[in-house]
Each structure stands twice: as C-alpha cells, then as structure tokens.
Nanobody
Framework: VQLVESGGDSVQAGGSLRLSCQAS????????MAWFRQGPGKEREGVAL???????EYSDSVKGRFTISRDNAKNTVYLQMNSLKPEDTAIYYC????????????????????WGQGTQVTVS
C-alpha cells in the first residue's frame, strides 16, 4: 500500500490549491481516506474525511473552504483548498484506514494505518 501526495505550493492568501493523493497497491474506494496537516509548532490536525460510501466530514477550521473528493478511475483522492489563509500553512498528509473500517474518531491519526510522505503548503 502506497500513498503519494502532490500539489503543494506557495500561494498568496485568498488563493487556491488542489492537493492529490494517489494510491497504489489497493483499491482506495474500500477505505476511509483523510487529509491531515501539521503546521509549524502545531499538533497534527484532521482536516477532511471521505468514507467508502461517499460521506464527508471537515474540521471547523476548513469547513466551507476545502472540499475532499475522489476519482475512482485514477485511484486518487483530492483536496480542493479555496480562500487560503496563512494559518493553512502546513505539511499536508493523506491517510487511509484499513478496508471497510472507518475510524470511530476520524480526526485521530493513530487510527490510520497508511500515510503518504506529505506535501508542503505555504500561504503568505
């Protein structure tokens, strides 16, 4: 199982970015997929969740600005980030649960078994 994130960049406040998380070695649509982030000097934070049946959840800090989605044909999960703020600056990670086993607390990173290497987002 391998997750590879891409799409991180440096942008100005108010701008947009789309992060991608491509999965290989398994069918990601069977898993709960989440995006986490860790800013400088901050704890890791759950940002968005996409369950195998298409349900989404967002942290209050990004609700209304970020959208998680997937492309089954490409085995890829996306995080569309709009109206970016300096406080969104962080390394963004995608994570996957075991198949058919969505974490009870989706914001708890310890409940995900598979992680990507992260992609840097800087908002100034």
């Amino acid at each position: 199982v391998q997750l590879v994130e891409s799409g991180g960049d440096s942008v100005q406040a108010g701008g947009s970015l789309r992060l991608s998380c491509q999965a290989s070695g398994y069918r990601y649509s069977d898993h709960c997929m989440a995006w986490f982030r860790q800013g400088p000097g901050k704890e890791r934070e759950g940002v968005a969740l996409l369950t195998s049946d298409g349900r989404t959840e967002y942290s209050d800090s990004v609700k209304g600005r970020f959208t998680i989605s997937r492309d089954n044909a490409k085995n890829t999960v996306y995080l569309q980030m709009n109206s970016l703020k300096p406080e969104d600056t962080a390394i963004y990670y995608c994570a996957a649960s075991e198949p058919w086993s969505c974490p009870a607390n989706w914001t708890d990173g310890a409940q995900y078994n598979y992680w990507g290497q992260g992609t840097q987002v800087t908002v100034s």
